[in-house]
Nanobody
Framework: QVQLVESGGGLVQAGMSLRLSCAAS????????MGWYRQAPGKQRELVAF???????HYADSVKGRFTISRDNAKNTVYLQMNSLKPEDTAVYYC???????????WGQGTPVTVSS
């Protein structure tokens, strides 16, 4: 079982930056993918970015060039660096991990990000 705990959310003005962290309770080395989703009020949860175990990142078009995902296997942590934030980035951000072999999905409790104009 893997437990995920997010941190780093908050209230910022448009154009500013935030870095989200997601700490896993166990080793993330065996996890096939780790990533971030977000859910804005009244909208469905959507993928923001994910990174494969080999370190290859993937991004939603809406955040390409502004967000960077990275993982530190030694610290069992995945990060989301968010630059040039926009009001439309306002959402609750959830950390996700996937273990394809076990067909398991793990979710954090979410951390809110609010970007004011």
């Amino acid at each position: 079982q893997v437990q995920l705990v997010e941190s780093g959310g908050g209230l910022v003005q448009a154009g500013m930056s935030l870095r989200l962290s997601c700490a896993a309770s166990g080793s993330i080395f065996s996890l096939d993918t780790m990533g971030w989703y977000r859910q804005a009020p009244g909208k469905q949860r959507e993928l923001v970015a994910f990174i494969l175990s080999g370190g290859i990142p993937h991004y939603a078009d809406s955040v390409k060039g502004r967000f960077t995902i990275s993982r530190d296997n030694a610290k069992n942590t995945v990060y989301l660096q968010m630059n040039s934030l926009k009001p439309e980035d306002t959402a609750v951000y959830y950390c996700h991990a996937g273990d394809w072999g076990k067909r398991a999905d793990y979710w954090g409790q979410g951390t809110p990000v609010t970007v004011s104009s």
